[in-house]
C-alpha cells in the first residue's frame, strides 16, 4: 500500500489550508471530510490485493471500474483444479423479502449435503472434460468454455481508499451476497488496521448512518421529544463542537420540514 | 439529450427482472434505485451543455472527472472580450462559520459598488494589455496569461444522469460557490423538466435526506417517542409500502443502537 | 445513440476555432483529430447497444472500464437455457505462435464434432441440475454456481465513440478470441453506418496503420530509397495538403536517426 | 511511489504464466507489453507528486481525468503572491504552421523584456487590488477572481504509470506547450530513474515511434528497397527475435499493400 491516515490531512492540508497539527486534529479532519463527502483526500492511499476468488464473485466484484485488475488469463493457461463449495450452514433457501438473495432460514441439512456433494462431483466431471479437451489439442480459450461459474481465478487489484470505501460500503452490505461479503470483511480488516482513523469515520458516517428520506422527516417530526441531553453529555458521548452544532441542525431541520 | 425516464427502467429491468410495467411501477422502481443506490440504472441517460462560464467556476466544474469536455482553447484562438461581474447583492464578507465560502452578510453597499467597478476596470485594462500584447505579435499561448480568472470560456460538456446528480448534489449545496450553483439551478430545472421522476427521486432521497450518524442516533434514540402516524397515514402521505417497512426499520435500528 | 460526425465537428470547433464549414473541411478535420489523437471531440458522440453474449465473452469485454453497464443478474433472475456453441469450424488447435489464441490450423472434423456435441450434453446436464437445484428451493445466487462460462448473459452497453474506437482497436485484432471478434465486426458495421467519416478515419490512421519503434527505424532508414510519387500524384492517392507535409517529416526524421 | 519495474512484470505473470524470470526476460516481458499495449500492469506502479504551477498550465494539466488530485483553494487560503513569468527566450511569435503554439522564431529582445516587464508590474498590481479587497472584508472567493491565469497554485497529484505514459506522450510532444513540457520532461526524468525499463520502451515503441497511415503505406512500398541487414545484425542491433519478426510482417504488410 501507499500512504495511511497521515496522507489523508496532507493532502486535505493542501487545500484547506495549514494550521496546527495535533493528533487529535488530524483526526478531527479526518472524520470532518468523511462527514462532508470530501472524498479526494482519501483518495491519496492506494492498495494493492492479490486475490484468490471464485468466478461469480468475480463478475461482481469487476463492476468496480474506478481500480486496476490485472487477471489470471485461461487463454495463456490451463486453468487450475480449483472450484468453491459452500459451507452446509452457506445453503441457503431464496430469500422471500430480498429478490436478489438466500434467506437467513437453513435448508434441512441432507439437502444442502446433497447440493454440495453434487456440486463437487459435477466441478470434478468439468474438469476432467477439460483436460480431456486439451489432450485432444483443442485451443484453451475453447477449450474452457464449459468450466463452471465456481471455477477459481486470481488477480492483482489496486484501488484508492475512496473508490474502496464505495466498495465496501456495497459488499459489507446485507443485500450483497455472502461470498463476496467474505471478502469485503477481510479487506476490511485490513483497512481498519493500516488506516485506523479513516476506517472508524467511514464506520461511524457511512456504514453506520441511517439516512431518512424527505417523506420519513416529516413522520420523525411528530415523534421527536425533547429530551435532549446536554452539550456536556454529548461532548462526552464523542461528538465534537462542530458535530453538535451539525446534530442541532438536522432536528433543526427536521422540525420546520 | 438521450434517453429519459423510461431508460432508466429499461435497464433496470434488464438486471432485476421483467414483471408488470404499469406507469405507477416505474415510478416505484426508479425510486428504489435511488433509495437504495442502485446507481448504474441512472447511468443509461446521457446529457449534453453548451456552456458559457467563468474560468474560475470551469476549475471547480473540471473536478468531476466522470464527463467529456471540449473547451474553448486560449492557444487557438483569441480570448473574447467577456468578464464575469457579480451583482452588487452578491457581494458579500467572508463568512466566519464556513471557512470557504461568502456569508449571508451584505458588505455595505458603497464598498459593493466600489468593488464591481474594480473588478470592471481592471479587466478592461487586462483587456486592454492583451490586444496591446497580440498587436505585438506576440504568442496567443503567452499573451493570455494575465487574463484574470474572471475572464468567460466555454465549453461543451457531457455526463451521465447518475454523475450529473453527483454533479448537482455537490453544486446545488449551500457550501458550494454561489456562481456554480446558479449553473447548477439551471441544469437542476432541465433534468426535472426532462427526468421528472428521477428528479424527484433525486430530491426526496439524496437532496433532501437527512443522514445521522452512529453517535448521533444514540441522542436519537432518546427523543423517539412513538406517536406514530397509522400505517394507513403514512400510505396516504405518499410512502410505499416497501417505503413504510424500511422506515420501520431504521426506526427499530435507532432503538437497538 | 446521441449525435454523428456532425458532433465531433461541432465540439472541435469549440476548440480550435470557427472557420468556413464545407463538408470537405469537416472531413479533413475529424481525419487532422484522428490522426492526431486528439480524442475528446469524439467523446461527444455516445452509442447504447442491447447485446446477447455467453459470460466469457462479457468477461472479456468488462473489462473496458470507461462504459455503463446494466447486466442481467443471476441472482434477481433465474437463468435461461441459453449456451454458446463454436461452429466445426471454429474449433482449432492451440497456436504455437500466439500463446493466447488458437491457430488456424483446423482440427479433424471427428474431434471439432465430437467436442461440440460434448460440449452440449454437458451444458444440457448442467441446465438440468440447475433446475434441480431452484427446484429444491436452494438460492439463486448459489444454484447457478455451476453453470458454465459458455451461459448465455444479456446486458445495456453505453460508450462513447473514442472509447468505442479503443474498444474495436483491441476486439477487432487479430489475436482477440473469435468470438468477441466476431461482435466487434458488427459494432465497427454499425460504426460505419452511422459515422462513416470518423470511421474511414479510424480505419486509415489506427486499424490499418503501422508503427515503427526506434530500432526498426534504423533499418527502415537503409531500406528507403527516394522513389517518391510526385506531389499531384499523391494528392490524387487522396492525402491532403497537410497529410503530404506529415509525411515528408516522417521520412526525413527516419533518414536523420 | 508504489512499486516499481517488477510490479509490472508480477502482473504481467499472473495473466501471461510463470516461466522462468531472469533478468533479461523481464525486460523483454516489458517492452513486449509496451510494443502491444497490454496496458494494464503498468497500471500497478502509482506514483504521487507535490507540483507548484501557475493555473494556466493547471487547466491544461487537470484535463487528464485518471488521477486524483487535491488542489490549494483559494476559497479557504489567501492565495500566495507568486507569479509565472517567461525568460526573454521563451517570449516567443504566434506560430505561422501550428495554430496552437508559439514558433521558434524568436520576438525582438526589447518587445520581450517589455512584455516581461508588463507582466510583472500587472501581476504586482493585481496582488496589490487583491489584498485591498479582502481588506474590505470582501469573501476570499469573490475578491479572487481578478487574479491572472499566470497566478500560481499547488496540488498533490497521483497517477498510476500507464496514465502517466499517456500524460508524457501528450505533454511531451512539440505541440505541447512550452510551460507544460518543462514540467513533463521533470516527470520524465523521475520515471526513468525510477522504472528505467518501463520508461526506455516507452521511448522506443511510442514516444520515438513513427506511424504511417494506411495512404502512407502505399508510397512508402515503392520506396522500399530489399537493402536489410542480416538477421545477425538486426540482433546486434537490439532487436529481440519477436521483434525481427514483427518487423518482417510490417514490411510484408507494406509490400502487399
Same mark, same amino acid.
Request: net charge neutral; aromatic share 12%.
Given at each position: 500500500?501507499?500512504?495511511?491516515?497521515?496522507?489523508? &490531512?496532507?493532502?486535505? !492540508?493542501?487545500?484547506?489550508?495549514?494550521?496546527?497539527?495535533? &493528533?487529535?486534529?488530524?483526526?478531527?479532519?479526518? #472524520?470532518?471530510?468523511?462527514?462532508?463527502?470530501?472524498?479526494?483526500?482519501?483518495?491519496?492511499?492506494?492498495?494493492?490485493?492479490?486475490?484468490?476468488?471464485?468466478?461469480? &464473485?468475480?463478475? %461482481?466484484?469487476? #463492476? +468496480?471500474?474506478?481500480?486496476?485488475?490485472?487477471?489470471?488469463?485461461?487463454?495463456?493457461?490451463?486453468?487450475?483444479?480449483?472450484?468453491?463449495?459452500?459451507?452446509?450452514?452457506?445453503?441457503?433457501?431464496?430469500? #422471500?423479502?430480498?429478490? %436478489?438473495? !438466500?434467506?437467513?432460514?437453513?435448508?434441512?441439512?441432507?439437502?444442502?449435503?446433497?447440493?454440495?456433494?453434487?456440486?463437487?462431483?459435477?466441478?470434478?466431471?468439468?474438469?476432467?472434460? =477439460?483436460?480431456?479437451?486439451?489432450?485432444?489439442?483443442? $485451443?484453451?480459450?475453447?477449450?474452457?468454455?464449459?468450466?463452471?461459474?465456481?471455477? =477459481?481465478?486470481?488477480?492483482?487489484?489496486?484501488?484508492?481508499?475512496?473508490?474502496?470505501? +464505495?466498495?465496501?460500503?456495497?459488499?459489507?452490505?446485507?443485500?450483497?451476497?455472502?461470498?463476496?461479503?467474505?471478502? $469485503?470483511?477481510?479487506?476490511? %480488516?485490513?483497512?481498519?488496521?493500516?488506516?485506523?482513523?479513516?476506517?472508524?469515520?467511514?464506520?461511524? =458516517? #457511512?456504514?453506520?448512518?441511517?439516512?431518512?428520506?424527505?417523506?420519513?422527516?416529516?413522520?420523525?417530526?411528530?415523534?421527536?421529544?425533547?429530551?435532549l441531553p446536554t452539550y456536556e453529555e454529548m461532548l462526552e458521548m464523542g461528538l465534537t463542537k462542530?458535530e453538535i452544532?451539525?446534530f442541532?441542525?438536522?432536528?433543526?431541520?427536521?422540525?420546520?420540514?
Amino acid at each position: 500500500m501507499m500512504g495511511d491516515d497521515s496522507s489523508i &490531512v496532507q493532502a486535505a !492540508r493542501v487545500s484547506y489550508g495549514k494550521g496546527t497539527k495535533t &493528533v487529535s486534529e488530524d483526526r478531527n479532519l479526518i #472524520r470532518y471530510l468523511m462527514r462532508h463527502r470530501h472524498t479526494s483526500p482519501f483518495e491519496m492511499v492506494e492498495y494493492k490485493f492479490h486475490i484468490k476468488l471464485p468466478i461469480f &464473485v468475480a463478475r %461482481q466484484w469487476i #463492476r +468496480h471500474r474506478t481500480a486496476n485488475v490485472n487477471e489470471y488469463s485461461g487463454r495463456y493457461s490451463v486453468m487450475p483444479d480449483e472450484f468453491y463449495l459452500p459451507s452446509p450452514e452457506g445453503v441457503r433457501k431464496q430469500s #422471500r423479502t430480498n429478490k %436478489q438473495g !438466500r434467506s437467513d432460514e437453513p435448508i434441512n441439512i441432507e439437502t444442502a449435503n446433497e447440493f454440495i456433494e453434487d456440486l463437487q462431483k459435477t466441478q470434478n466431471l468439468l474438469y476432467e472434460k =477439460y483436460n480431456w479437451y486439451l489432450s485432444n489439442e483443442i $485451443a484453451r480459450e475453447l477449450a474452457r468454455i464449459n468450466l463452471p461459474l465456481s471455477t =477459481y481465478t486470481e488477480w492483482y487489484w489496486k484501488i484508492d481508499l475512496h473508490n474502496l470505501f +464505495h466498495f465496501l460500503e456495497l459488499r459489507l452490505h446485507s443485500t450483497a451476497q455472502f461470498e463476496i461479503r467474505e471478502y $469485503a470483511k477481510i479487506i476490511a %480488516q485490513i483497512v481498519k488496521e493500516t488506516c485506523p482513523i479513516a476506517y472508524e469515520a467511514f464506520e461511524d =458516517y #457511512r456504514l453506520n448512518a441511517i439516512t431518512f428520506s424527505s417523506l420519513e422527516q416529516k413522520i420523525l417530526k411528530n415523534m421527536i421529544q425533547y429530551k435532549l441531553p446536554t452539550y456536556e453529555e454529548m461532548l462526552e458521548m464523542g461528538l465534537t463542537k462542530r458535530e453538535i452544532e451539525e446534530f442541532f441542525e438536522k432536528i433543526s431541520l427536521i422540525n420546520n420540514h
